[in-house]
């Protein structure tokens, strides 16, 4: 799961594909990175926290990193928040291979439509709940198809 800072949209969309497979006994590695580095070692943002404690899931203790090509290695998915973070995991990619990892979340449940998950950081609560119910629907999607 990758956003721009990965304190907001990629540890929620972590936690809630966790969620998701850890209540349906399957063993997957789930994991959330930011393009930048800009809050490598941050708690993710205390609105994104509140927003998945409300539903059950607790993300307080993931800590922000930056994406790096040996995720390509590391993950058979990467699901991108928005184009910007798709341009800039492609442009990070060494080839066909690791190009073809790299997928807009929304197209998973709107395929093709090239949805973005938008950034709440400068909203209030309402824009993290907007984001929690995409991405519950994003992972439920991706989990029927694990």
């Known amino acids: 799961m990758v956003c721009l800072g990965n304190i ?5 969309a972590e936690g809630i594909l966790r969620s998701h497979v850890e209540r349906a006994g399957l063993k997957v590695i789930v994991d ?6 800009y809050h490598a070692g941050s708690a993710p943002d ?3 926290v ?3 404690k409300k539903n059950g899931i607790d993300i307080s203790g993931l800590s922000a990193r930056q994406f790096t ?5 590391n993950f ?13 995991v492609l442009n990070l990619a060494r080839n066909e291979e690791d190009k073809k990892k790299v997928i807009l979340i929304m197209n998973e449940a709107n395929p093709n439509k090239n949805q973005s998950v938008p950034d709440p950081y400068y909203g209030g609560i ?4 907007e984001v929690y119910t ?3 629907q994003a992972s439920t999607i991706i989990l029927s198809r694990i």
Not at 8 to 12: A, D, H, I
Not at 32 to 37: D, E, L, M, P, Y
Not at 69 to 73: G, K, L, N, T
Not at 76 to 88: A, E, G, H, K, P
């Open 50 to 52: 509140r927003t998945l």
């Open 134 to 136: 995409m991405l519950d």
């Open 32 to 37: 959330s990175a930011g393009t930048s580095g």
């Open 8 to 12: 907001c949209r990629s540890p929620m």
């Open 69 to 73: 090509i040996d995720d390509f290695d």
């Open 76 to 88: 058979d998915f990467i699901y991108v928040m928005d184009t910007s973070n798709l341009i800039n």
């Open 126 to 129: 309402e824009g993290f709940e």
């Open 46 to 48: 205390f609105r994104a």
